[in-house]
DNA sequence: TATGAATGAGTGTTCATTCAT
DNA sequence: CATGAATGAACACTCATTCAT
């Protein structure tokens, strides 16, 4: 894939992710590139092909950072827990505005009237709780580590959205909190 | 309030519920509602003077339905949890399609960039948290209680947004009855 | 039918005819009616229904003024014949340019790729090509009727189209002249 | 000329043909090539330069096929008649798709707002009328022969254009008999 | 009160043409 | 000779809002 291309689905991920995908105008996106409109229509044949492209590009760093790089990686299951609550919080936190969850946001916002979008969303949640199942069986036995697992993962998408809602990632910080006690301090 | 002012916000409520605020159009309201764009700026200033009652009306029906008919009514706590757990999983679980929370949808949606959308949201999961802490006090004593509330309160959200993902509300039941065991049947 | 809604469909039709579907322009369109987009959206819901509407209003023209004002008048056959032929000429000749046929214009433009144009056009030759053959029945027999019904529809046409091409009306004079020897003067 | 310029011409005009000048994209005849934009460019200054060349790419298989082949040869006047309208029906019935006569349809799309190709497309309809006369006038002397040669054009012209709009040659084989009975059968 | 005609800035998209390599 | 990235004006169409009646 071209340098440009790319360029352009990190500088739109940026946006999509602070100000939604409808919200976000091609003109918005044209102007953060500095590109004109042909030059947009000669790598992507539509906006929803950039936004396919840019749910390929989050789920790429979710399983690079995430699945392979924490959860699937060599270590204990305590710090592979530990390190998956690290890694949440220091990616809702940074940006100055609390932008919420990428997938999150592009779940609710497009998940029921674009079935593309649903499918490669829902495969990043799915991936994610699969891992993390495994994750759990190792610390509390296989009884309802799956179950568990779901509940983890709701609670972090959960308290981004709290957070989101409030504007203070404390609420993220305090449930993640939450989470590292039952999982790991205990 | 008129009778018909209601019914629009009523009417409303639901095609955005189901749609989104932005993807719902005016027109749809119009033709959902069987009138003219007359009536509808004689009853409002604007779409968006609109979508603040709509989160009004949530609001209210928040407050009587969860706030006052359950958590603060005379009940047992184990009765006002049961009957939240009941009342989110028949709320989100009715519809044909599974549109999600409609605080959660808007929430996401809205709360960034209109801060009196995100204030009124935010107050009822603030509310929600509040009478919340209240009920696990009384069923764990007041240790974390409120990180605790939080964390439910993060949980069904999360599981809403799950399931709406999957378009499947076992996984809203599973995880509803994953709080269930930690709060009651223990 | 409003009044407006009446006068974008002749002004279009006249545009159209003299320049083609594709080639006329939504603008041009837009400045000639003297009429804002959201106006012409109000009582057309795309420039091809738009389109439509303009092959129906030519339909119903040729259809009172040929068909019924013409052919299925109580007039003697070779008046139907004479009349049915000035009518080709004054219509044709009229206009500072020589825009063709509408029909023609847009049976050679549209219906390759337009069913519903196409469908709609071929009903006016069909039932010209109808009417013609009892004129034709009336005049010399029942001996192929039908076939020299085509054949004069088919020079007509052509006629027209050798004419717009040639920027000169003699042509479709000639030919039409031919016609008339052919089935009147004999 | 190069011998890819001749086949990029040939390309374009089959597409022409099918589905008009405007509607034909310049990607759509690079696609077909199989050439990229640079290289169109170095035979063609513009897209209307290969609609220009297109025209006489034609012209130059009339002249060849119709008048030389046909019109002008040894051959006797009935045989030339003939020959004439088995050219005219295997010209137009052979396509999958009944796309009409090229010159026709450039005619009507064209010849209006661009007087070059006017003047090209006219030019052939002038050969044809004037050596049809010849034939016409050894056939049936010299009396009206220019009259009825510009009829019988018209008529497989306007053939054509029925042809087309019915999506059935037969329309187009019925006239052409007729045309036989009257200049060869009788 | 209520209608629906009218507005106009804005949307995503197209496409012949240019130009650096 | 040839590529394909880049341009930018134009296109059909949308929609919250206004306004004459």
Redesign the interface.
């Known amino acids: 894939m071209s340098q440009k291309k790319q360029q352009i689905i990190w500088t739109a991920a940026k946006l999509i992710h602070?100000?939604?995908y409808?919200?976000t105008k091609l003109s918005d996106i044209l102007a953060a590139c500095g590109i004109g409109k042909g030059q947009f229509y000669h790598y992507f044949t539509s906006k929803r092909e950039l936004g396919l492209a840019i749910v390929d590009h989050y789920a790429q760093m979710w399983q690079d950072e995430l699945i392979e790089g924490i959860l699937k990686s060599g270590r204990s299951p305590e710090r592979k827990m530990e390190e998956m609550l690290q890694w949440a919080i220091q990616f809702h936190e940074t940006p100055e505005?609390l932008?919420?969850c990428p997938f999150?946001?592009l779940?609710?916002?497009m998940?029921?009237?674009d079935e593309d979008f649903?499918v490669k969303?829902?495969r990043i949640?799915s991936d994610w709780i699969e891992e993390l199942t495994q994750v759990i069986e190792a610390l509390q036995g296989e009884k309802?580590a799956r179950?568990?697992a779901?509940?983890v993962?709701?609670?972090?998408?959960?308290?981004i959205?709290?957070m989101?809602?409030?504007?203070d990632s404390e609420?993220l910080l305090?449930?993640i909190?939450?989470?590292r006690q039952e999982y790991i301090s205990s």
Chains 1, 2, 3, 4 share one sequence.
Request: net charge neutral.
């Open positions: 602070a100000k939604g409808e919200s505005k932008h919420g999150g946001n779940a609710l916002e998940s029921e009237h649903r969303i829902n949640f309802q179950q568990k779901r509940m993962v709701a609670q972090i998408e959960g308290a959205l709290l989101k809602n409030n504007q609420v305090d449930i909190d939450g989470i």
